[in-house]
């Protein structure tokens, strides 16, 4: 081995590589202006769902009001997730671990390392928010026909903070669905045939 070789094998035998909590987490002006933009995203959704309510919401081309609503709170909802980020991915050092992983493209993304620090965010299933499959609302936890960002599946909170019952099971419902496409593209499984 040459010596710059065996000079890395030994910084990484004595220092190693590896991820802790503080690499994850949030400083507190991060914490309170993504809880600041998630407050103000929610009353912009507000304002959407009342519109849609006393119809005056404005129609998008092709699409019926509640279609309209549907895609105008996931663009709010989505813009806040990505602010966010960008937020969270401006305040992290050059040497910050998770970061060094995603910038020499061995795993990750920024969008992974905004979940774990910032905010989670809208969790889509088939393309849209989560839908109403418990008796016109999405969990029993909420009320009929609601249409606000917590009932139909925006996760405010990031992994460091900690998810409420409601966002993890929101959450795992979209991982679900990414799961099972990627198990289906991968190998005749006999998934779909079993469903």
Do not use: W
């Not at 909802?77 to 910038?103: D, V």
């Amino acid at each position: 081995m040459s010596r710059l070789a065996r000079l890395c094998c030994r910084a990484l035998g004595e220092r190693g590589f590896s991820i802790g909590i503080e690499d994850v987490t949030p400083s507190l002006d991060l914490s309170n202006s993504v809880s600041d933009m998630c407050g103000t995203g929610y009353v912009e959704c507000d304002q959407y769902i009342q519109d849609f309510k006393e119809n005056k919401l404005r129609l998008l081309p092709g699409c019926s009001a509640e279609e309209s609503l549907e895609a105008e709170v996931s663009r709010v909802l989505n813009k806040l997730r990505e602010k966010a980020g960008k937020l969270c991915l401006a305040g992290l050092m050059r040497y910050n671990a998770p970061m060094a992983m995603t910038n020499c493209g061995s795993k990750g993304s920024e969008n992974n390392i905004a979940q774990m620090i910032a905010c989670v965010g809208n969790q889509m299933v088939n393309g849209a928010r989560i839908p109403d499959g418990f008796e016109s609302r999405s969990l029993p936890h909420f009320e009929r026909f609601s249409k606000t960002p917590q009932a139909k599946g925006f996760v405010r909170n990031s992994f460091y903070t900690g998810l409420e019952p409601t966002e993890f099971f929101f959450h795992a419902m979209a991982g679900r669905e990414g799961l099972v496409d990627t198990a289906v593209k991968t190998a005749n499984t006999g998934y779909m045939q079993r469903r």
